[in-house]
Structure formats: C-alpha cells, structure tokens
C-alpha cells in the first residue's frame, strides 16, 4: 500500500515546523520507502507496517501537544511494489512524449 499522510500539532504554538521534523524522522527510521514533501509524506510498506509508522509519527508528535491533527490518503493494491517511483516516472514519461 501506498499512504500520503500529514501530521500537525495543534495548542503548541505558533511553529510546528520541529515537531513535524520529529515526525518525520520516525517515517525515515522505519526503513520503509517514503518521500516528504512539503504538504506531505509518503510511505510504501505493507498494511500493517505503513499504519504502524503513522502512528509512531503522531505519537512522537502528541507527547508534546495536547491535540494532533492526522491527514492519510491509501492507495490499496495487493501485488503492486515500487509504487512510490513508478506512478511518477509513468507520469514523466507520458509527458516526455509530447
């Protein structure tokens, strides 16, 4: 599977910038294949693992703020690997055509 997740802190103040740091040095730990962006990040893995990691990632964040904010998005399709390159190098190459 394939997730897009987003993590916010909310009641800590104005800048949440470390804490989603924090947050996503838990994802990159993990060993799972992901990619952040500036909106948000991306984790290849199996069902089980990939939910694991999101909840580590909002756990670091709500053991300093008394609220979390969670966006996810799934792409669920059993047998599919590399998900995470492959949609956008499909994409590249339908645009290097022309």
């Given at each position: 599977?394939?997730?897009a997740f987003s993590v916010t802190p909310l009641g800590g103040g104005e800048s949440v910038g470390d804490l989603v740091a924090e947050a996503v040095r838990v994802v990159r730990e993990s060993g799972l294949p992901n990619q952040t962006d500036a909106m948000f990040?991306?984790?290849e893995g199996e069902w089980d693992e990939v939910m694991a990691v999101v909840k580590r990632a909002v756990?670091?964040?709500?053991?300093e703020v008394p609220r979390v904010s969670l966006v996810l998005k799934a792409d669920i399709r059993p047998g599919v690997t590399d998900a995470l390159t492959a949609k956008v190098a499909h994409i590249e190459a339908r645009l290097a055509e022309g």
């Open positions: 599977m394939l997730i990040t991306l984790v756990d670091v964040i709500a053991a």
